[in-house]
């Protein structure tokens, strides 16, 4: 498969507050990540992983330097060049520590409605809804409640949200946290699959060194650099 670029950001640098009480929590991040590559983020506490996430991921703008999602420049410093709320519905899916899934929706519900706050019929949401459902696994809990899935459901059930519009970005930040090592294994097994099958960058970011093996590319964070994990990669692929 043709590996084409689906994120490319260039000096992207995050600076909170001013004068005595500026952090730079990004410093010229510069990362080319690919469609079909499941990357991860490692990487002490405050070291910028979620800084960079939510920056690539749209919610929270850069100081300086550029983004650019699919071959679109969608962000040059802080001024996005595009739609964003529009933008991240069609192109970016994302998965949270907790899976956030709308307690009153049932399984099936939660997926579906990604779809009808983007314009999908009820009836097409509700067909792939019930598709990326049985593609993770969790057909058989469509009509259950949040309340009533385990943890790890529960995370299949939002990463099949995530899927909903057919992103060309999946960005999770700490998926696993929350659950057992089994059910964590299961998770981080879910991203290579849907990464490879689907086509979409994956970029995770993780404390979890057990399931290294898993990610194409391992990048760490420190300080608000980023750099190749080479050491890491070659451990986790001997």
Known sequence: MLMTIAIQTEALT???GSGNTEV???RDAALTIRRGEVVALLGPSGAGKSTFLTAIGLINPPTSGTITIGGKLVMDGPDPRTNLPKFRRQHIGYVFQQANLIPFLTARENVQIAMEIDGWSGRASRRRALELL???G???RAEFYPSALSGGQQQRVAAARALANEPSVILADEPTAALDSHRG???????????HEKGAAAVVVTHDHRALDVFDTIYEMEDGTVRPASSLLSHAHP
């Open 14 to 16: 995050k600076v909170y």
């Open 24 to 26: 730079v929590a990004l």
């Open 134 to 136: 049985e593609y993770l």
């Open 138 to 140: 969790v057909l058989d």
């Open 185 to 195: 294994r299961q998770v981080m097994d879910l991203f290579r699959k849907v990464a």
